[in-house]
């Protein structure tokens, strides 16, 4: 799926994905399920099994995760941590509970965000739909409280218009948190990536640019590095 | 050429059975004696806690079964992450626990001098190869592998064959003869870990 704001647009199916997508530039995906009907975790399992029989690096997967069980679909998969969202939101414990169960570094805490007219950031649950009313930093702190390993927080603003990451948004929330911050939404040159490292993430994450075309990872990486950024090369 | 992944219930196993595929290497994923035996090589993988890992093994009548097939016929072993961690005398988690003894040291919680890093260390980070190992053919000096673990191996610095920097040095990889021992996880380190495991398979 493409996303823009959110709103999606089908693009590829998976298995042509798989094939064109250049698994071997990537130091981790992100799976994410985002269906808006009929979302069901054993539909993710499967695809996340398909997946992992050509992609050997850590594969995050979500989307629609509401119960202990489903993490250990997601796992026996192939998944090595998964992603929840609406669910810690709705029952903070979850984060503790998940964390307790697998460890927290198989637990990711999605946060989706827009800025409200106040200038601050408000997060969205529900695929992007509901203003929760909470502030991203207090909710941030209280993931890493709780036990999430890492977060994952996207711009709905930035997301899909190639316009950057909303460097300010990075900024103030790696500032507030210790676990690491993977930053989401905006890319569209290689130039967006390096500003969210600059700007605290500890990883940077992109779609829509990389979808199609095969050595644009490896370049992006390598423009990084070129840049002072700390990222693993392989034999390129 | 047939390896059998030794599964004593301790972590995915299907990770390293996909990468197996991926290089069209003959595999089986057991705990059967019979299995093991009429096997050529031996991966022990592993995530979770030491003491349940040996419980595990005991269990399933391993500790013998593996003896027999790694010290006395010298099978290849490949040990990673827990599973190399098993190798060693003692592990230090929760307690005082005996390993399996098959390479001296200890296993001991990870204490980076530098209190922005965390445990357990998570991610990607670049080994320094400090001898020479078939594992490492066709792998550069300083390559990045996947890490995920609170602990580490102190081995003796004959059979330490790379150290990864986690503000201070440790174990990455170790070797004793027909043993070797990987703490990242090959299985998720992209090129650098399929080609490691090719030279594994093809050691």
């Known amino acids: 799926m493409n996303s823009r704001n959110f709103e999606l647009q089908p693009m590829v199916n998976l298995e042509t994905m798989i094939q064109h997508l250049n698994l071997k530039a990537i130091d981790e995906l992100v799976v994410l399920d985002v269906s808006r009907k009929n979302r069901k975790i054993e539909d993710l399992c499967q695809n996340v099994k398909l997946i992992s029989k050509k992609c050997f690096v850590p594969i995050s997967a979500g989307g629609g995760v509401r119960k202990i069980d489903d993490f250990y679909g997601l796992l026996n998969s192939g998944a090595d941590k998964v992603v929840i969202n609406t669910i810690a939101l709705e029952s903070p414990e979850f984060i503790s509970k998940a964390s307790e169960t697998f460890g927290s570094q198989c637990v990711v805490v999605s946060i989706d965000v827009k800025k409200g007219k106040d200038g601050d950031y408000y997060v969205y649950s529900n695929d992007g739909k509901i203003n929760t009313g909470r502030k991203v930093l207090d909710w941030a702190q209280e993931v890493e409280t709780l036990g999430g390993g890492e977060i994952y927080l996207t711009s709905i603003d930035r997301d899909g218009v190639a316009q950057g990451y909303d460097v300010g948004l990075i900024e103030k929330v790696s500032k507030a948190i210790t676990i690491p911050l993977i930053a989401s939404g905006g890319v569209g040159q290689f130039s967006h990536l390096t500003e969210g490292i600059v700007a605290g993430a500890s990883a940077v994450s992109l779609a829509n640019l990389f979808h199609y075309i095969g050595t644009n990872l490896i370049n992006a990486k390598l423009y990084m590095a070129q840049h002072g950024v700390d990222c693993p090369l392989w034999n390129f | ?203």
Request: glycine share 12%; aromatic share 10%; charged share 25%.
């Open chain 2, 1 to 203: 050429m047939k390896v059998c992944v030794i599964d004593y219930k301790m972590g995915n196993l299907g990770s390293i059975a996909n990468v197996l595929e991926e290089i069209k290497c003959n595999y089986v994923i057991s705990n059967r004696a019979k299995e093991i035996e009429e096997s050529d090589k031996l991966v022990l993988p592993g995530v979770g806690a030491f003491l349940k890992g040996m419980d595990n093994l005991r269990k399933l009548g391993l500790v013998d079964i593996l003896g027999r097939e790694v010290l006395v016929k010298r099978k290849p072993i490949l040990g990673v992450c827990l599973g190399m961690q098993l190798f060693a005398d003692k592990g230090f988690e929760n307690g005082e626990h005996r390993g399996l003894g098959w390479i001296s040291g200890e296993v001991k919680r990870l204490f980076p001098n530098d209190n922005t890093l965390k445990v357990p260390h998570v991610g990607w980070n670049d080994i320094k190869i400090k001898k020479d190992s078939k594992l490492f053919l066709k792998i550069g000096g300083d390559a990045s592998f996947y890490f995920v673990h609170s602990y580490y191996f102190s081995a003796p610095e004959e059979n330490v064959t790379s150290t990864f920097e986690y503000g201070g040095e440790f174990t990455a990889s170790v070797e004793k003869g027909n043993l070797f021992g990987a703490q990242f996880h090959p299985e998720k380190s992209a090129e650098n870990g399929l080609t490691l495991l090719k030279n594994f398979v093809g050691v």
